[in-house]
């Protein structure tokens, strides 16, 4: 399996980035797909889940209203468009299959994109 994760980069405080993974390996439209970030000292944590192909999501209390998790399937393409970016956003972003629609995930890993707000 692999989840190659671009789209991060430098940001100012407010601006915004969409952030994408493609993934390989795995039946993508069988999975319920989640983004998870991990920041500077801190542990790996749920950010946004969206289900195989209705389209329902879910996300964690911080990004709400502000990040929205869409993806492709005849693309095996999973997006996060991230707005009003903080300092509090800076992280290394993932992507992963996720066991149903929330934070529990499969133990599959890339390598993430980093994404960094400056204030």
């Known amino acids: 399996v692999q989840l190659q994760a671009s789209g991060g980069g430098l940001v100012q405080a407010g601006g915004s980035l969409r952030l994408s993974c493609v993934v390989s390996?795995?039946?993508?439209?069988?999975?319920?797909m989640g983004w998870f970030r991990q920041a500077p000292g801190k542990e790996r944590g749920f950010v946004a889940a969206?289900?195989?192909?209705?389209?329902?999501?879910v996300y964690e209390d911080s990004v709400k209203g502000r990040f929205t998790i869409s993806r492709d399937n005849a693309k095996s393409t999973l997006y996060l468009q991230m707005n009003s970016l903080q300092p509090e956003d800076t992280a290394i972003y993932y992507c992963?299959?996720?066991?149903?629609?929330?934070?529990?995930?499969?133990?599959?890993w890339g390598q993430g994109t980093l994404v960094t707000v400056s204030s």
């Open positions: 969206i289900s195989r192909s209705d389209g329902t999501t």
């Open positions: 992963v299959p996720t066991r149903g629609l929330g934070p529990i995930a499969y133990d599959y």
């Open positions: 390996g795995l039946p993508f439209s069988s999975y319920p």
